[in-house]
């Protein structure tokens, strides 16, 4: 039996052609699932509508998933160990990566992280449930969507299922606010002790996703910035020392990055270096674009694009007995390019998710969220304004799906534009036709 192309639960049907590789029906089903068409409508960094030109969730997807797959595909003819498939978690599919990349955000609520927050927030208070964007991601790929010939997931295989999860724990472990709900652990695990991972590790396949993750962040969100007017490509706007304080007061407050070492750095010294270096790149590439912005912002991410990619490579991690997917110079983890890289993910976090206009609309997300919210909690109430066959669905799951999380699936699932419509339905003094489709 091949571990890789294992799959949970599900019937041989015999309605599918054997010419087609396990990894492409993955990919099939993945992209004709409405929970990835809904990617289009969610918030990357600025709101889903706001303009023809900036990410949304699904652009953003997609150009992780592009970066992925050709990192694996120069990682596979650079190590020799991964075509020797010793291990089932220590091989780099390129197809199975973009279909990790591209499944990576289906759990993010409408509104980005605001929306992420206030869910989470409200679950927990009320009902002691936690809200996680990854954790959310797996009740899609393996409950809440619907396939032809399936009543409950996707039916994935196990490799793509396993390179999708960055956080392979449970939520229910103390302490822990990344990972997975018990529900979907459980099954996790299984495959996890099937495949013989070791505790807390994550496969070649999801540490590649999640650094490209981190790449394509720290680059495209500039971009976007850029092209916003929020980073303004100036010295008065990057020597400014309430930009400098920001940044670091961020990069000390996350307790979730300390491995890459800036204990070992004078952390506003490396700031002000890395913003300097990075204005003097635009400089010299904006006169010799004769003075064109847009050719420049491109040409600004294409290059650094390349530069973390060309980084990328495998390296052993003795205290853990497995491998690790990270930047790498001379043999070793390049720790200056991953603290590098990290300045420039707050500066796309400071300069664009806490704009104050960024911050109004934030507010007024949750706000949104926060009534849809209270509409739907009571379920006698809450079942009168919900469609039918989600309320059909929790009659035949109530047993083990409780009304709460119910409700966080429902609203989570909705894009920007569809929570502001259903809101609108509920508080506004006008809205569309009673007839329009839901």
Same mark, same amino acid.
């Given at each position: 039996?091949?571990?890789?192309?294992?799959?949970?639960?599900?019937?041989?049907?015999?309605?599918?052609?054997?010419?087609?590789?396990?990894?492409? &029906?993955?990919?099939?089903? %993945?992209? $004709?699932?409405?929970?990835?068409?809904?990617?289009?409508?969610?918030? !990357?960094?600025?709101?889903?509508?706001?303009?023809?030109?900036?990410?949304?969730?699904?652009?953003?997807?997609?150009?992780?998933?592009?970066?992925?797959?050709?990192?694996?595909?120069?990682?596979?003819?650079?190590?020799?160990?991964?075509?020797?498939?010793?291990?089932?978690?220590?091989?780099?599919?390129?197809?199975?990566?973009?279909?990790?990349?591209?499944?990576?955000?289906?759990?993010?609520?409408?509104?980005?992280?605001?929306?992420?927050?206030?869910?989470?927030?409200?679950?927990?208070?009320?009902?002691?449930?936690?809200?996680?964007?990854?954790? $959310?991601?797996?009740?899609?790929?393996?409950?809440?969507?619907?396939?032809?010939?399936?009543?409950?997931?996707?039916?994935?295989?196990?490799?793509?299922?396993?390179?999708?999860?960055?956080?392979?724990?449970?939520?229910?472990?103390?302490?822990?606010?990344?990972?997975?709900?018990?529900?979907?652990?459980?099954?996790?695990?299984?495959?996890?002790?099937?495949? $013989?991972?070791?505790?807390?590790? =994550?496969?070649?396949?999801? $540490?590649?996703?999640?650094?490209?993750?981190?790449?394509?962040?720290?680059?495209?969100?500039?971009?976007?910035?850029?092209?916003?007017?929020?980073?303004?490509?100036?010295?008065?706007?990057?020597?400014?020392?309430?930009?400098?304080?920001?940044?670091?007061?961020?990069?000390?407050?996350?307790?979730?990055?300390?491995?890459?070492?800036?204990?070992?750095?004078?952390?506003?010294?490396?700031?002000?270096?890395? %913003?300097?270096?990075?204005? !003097?790149?635009?400089?010299?590439?904006?006169?010799?674009?004769?003075?064109?912005?847009?050719?420049?912002?491109?040409?600004?991410?294409?290059?650094?694009?390349?530069?973390?990619?060309?980084?990328?490579?495998?390296?052993?991690?003795?205290?853990?007995?497995?491998?690790?997917?990270?930047?790498?110079?001379?043999? !070793?983890?390049?720790?200056?390019?991953?603290?590098?890289?990290?300045?420039?993910?707050?500066?796309?976090?400071?300069?664009?998710?806490?704009?104050?206009?960024?911050?109004?609309?934030?507010?007024?997300?949750?706000?949104?969220?926060?009534?849809?919210?209270?509409?739907?909690?009571?379920?006698?109430?809450? &079942?009168?304004?919900?469609?039918?066959?989600?309320?059909?669905?929790?009659?035949?799951?109530?047993?083990?799906? =409780?009304?709460?999380?119910?409700?966080?699936?429902?609203?989570?699932?909705?894009?920007?534009?569809?929570?502001?419509?259903?809101?609108?339905?509920?508080?506004?003094?006008?809205?569309?036709?009673?007839?329009?489709?839901?």
């Amino acid at each position: 039996m091949d571990l890789r192309k294992l799959r949970i639960d599900e019937p041989v049907l015999g309605t599918f052609s054997e010419e087609r590789d396990e990894y492409e &029906r993955d990919y099939a089903r %993945l992209i $004709q699932s409405p929970a990835f068409r809904r990617l289009q409508g969610k918030t !990357q960094v600025f709101g889903a509508g706001s303009g023809d030109y900036y990410r949304t969730r699904l652009t953003h997807s997609l150009e992780v998933s592009q970066i992925a797959r050709e990192v694996a595909r120069r990682l596979g003819k650079q190590y020799d160990f991964l075509s020797k498939k010793e291990h089932p978690g220590l091989v780099l599919d390129p197809a199975v990566v973009e279909i990790a990349a591209l499944a990576h955000d289906l759990g993010h609520p409408p509104f980005g992280h605001k929306g992420e927050e206030v869910l989470n927030r409200l679950l927990m208070e009320e009902h002691g449930l936690a809200y996680e964007g990854n954790a $959310q991601n797996f009740r899609i790929l393996m409950f809440l969507e619907k396939r032809a010939g399936s009543g409950s997931g996707l039916d994935l295989t196990a490799a793509t299922l396993l390179a999708t999860n960055k956080y392979p724990y449970s939520l229910d472990e103390p302490g822990r606010l990344k990972g997975l709900y018990a529900s979907e652990w459980q099954e996790i695990k299984h495959l996890r002790d099937a495949w $013989q991972m070791p505790e807390g590790c =994550s496969t070649l396949e999801a $540490q590649l996703m999640d650094l490209c993750d981190d790449i394509a962040y720290s680059t495209h969100d500039i971009e976007d910035g850029i092209r916003a007017g929020k980073i303004q490509m100036n010295r008065t706007f990057f020597e400014d020392s309430r930009l400098i304080d920001n940044l670091v007061q961020e990069i000390v407050e996350d307790q979730g990055n300390m491995e890459v070492g800036w204990d070992q750095v004078d952390i506003p010294a490396m700031v002000k270096q890395v %913003l300097a270096d990075y204005l !003097q790149q635009w400089e010299e590439l904006y006169a010799q674009y004769d003075n064109e912005s847009s050719r420049t912002r491109r040409e600004m991410k294409a290059r650094w694009v390349s530069v973390f990619a060309g980084k990328v490579g495998i390296i052993d991690a003795p205290s853990k007995g497995w491998k690790k997917v990270t930047f790498v110079e001379s043999g !070793q983890q390049d720790l200056e390019m991953l603290r590098t890289m990290e300045i420039l993910k707050k500066l796309a976090w400071v300069t664009l998710i806490k704009d104050f206009r960024v911050q109004r609309l934030q507010k007024r997300s949750e706000i949104m969220i926060r009534r849809l919210w209270d509409s739907f909690r009571v379920p006698d109430h809450g &079942r009168l304004i919900l469609p039918p066959d989600w309320v059909a669905s929790y009659d035949q799951h109530k047993q083990h799906w =409780s009304w709460p999380r119910f409700i966080a699936d429902y609203i989570s699932g909705m894009t920007d534009a569809y929570a502001e419509k259903v809101y609108a339905e509920l508080y506004a003094s006008k809205s569309g036709s009673i007839y329009e489709m839901d």
